[in-house]
């Protein structure tokens, strides 16, 4: 069975850095479209970026360019994204998720982690 | 890009049939027939439920169909099921490889 196993949850501090990671077992990986998405608190799901290891370059939500870095790493099968400077409004439930694309562009997300859970916190 | 503008709130008796717009702009639902729905329970991850405007992936539903008109998509839910009660959540692609998702509606079923 396909599944997408997420890190486990974090504290950080404010102005700090987090690191969350999102194993993929079964599937194809490579060719997958793999997209971060977060969910505040009692809030909405908003897109923060995605990344299709097979190509390398990651594309990045407006609101988060120059803070958020998505990679991954082919040979372990695992995506990340880091998340630096962070504030309390950054305080969320980070899902993973692996979307289809095509020459055209993102589709759909059929595909989730279960989330992890980053607190900021002085 | 803007969030997708959905209503906050919908509800419906079981056995009626309801519908949830999504709202955007010809720079994504305009242009873009790529508009998906999610359902998400509480403290679960969201759920596909429509992709590429109306099209069910494997195992869901038929009473859950997805439709488009201009810079406005649509999801509509016949024969309500206590089940049903959720968030729903609209999404698009936006161009450059970016997404956009809607605010999110919640469902009640009375």
């Known amino acids: 069975q396909v599944q997408l196993v997420q890190s486990g949850a974090e504290v950080k501090k404010p102005g700090s850095s987090v690191k969350v990671s999102c194993k993929a077992s079964g599937g194809t990986f490579s060719s997958d479209a793999i997209s971060w998405v977060r969910q505040a608190p009692g809030q909405g799901l908003e897109w923060m970026g995605g990344i299709i290891p097979v190509f390398g370059g990651a594309d990045y939500a407006q609101k988060f360019q120059g803070r958020v870095t998505i990679i991954a790493d082919e040979s372990t099968r695992t995506a990340y994204m880091e998340l630096s400077s962070l504030r309390s409004e950054d305080t969320a439930l980070y899902y993973c998720?692996?979307?289809?694309?095509?020459?055209?562009?993102?589709?759909?997300?059929?595909?989730w982690g279960r989330g992890t859970l980053v607190t900021v916190s002085s | 890009h803007s969030a997708l503008t959905q209503p906050a709130s919908v509800s419906g008796s079981p056995g009626q049939s309801i519908t949830i717009s999504c709202t955007g702009t010809s720079s994504d639902i305009g242009t873009y027939n790529y508009v998906s729905w999610y359902q998400q329970h509480p403290g679960k991850a969201p759920k596909l439920l429509i992709y590429d405007v109306s099209n069910r992936p494997s195992g869901v539903s038929n009473h859950f169909s997805g439709s488009k008109s201009g810079n406005t998509a649509s999801l509509t839910i016949s024969g309500l099921q206590a089940e049903d009660e959720a968030d729903y959540y609209c999404s698009s692609y936006a161009g450059s490889s970016t997404m956009v998702f809607g605010g999110g509606t919640k469902l009640t079923v009375l």
């Open positions: 998720a692996r979307g289809s694309a095509d020459e055209v562009g993102l589709r759909y997300f059929d595909l």
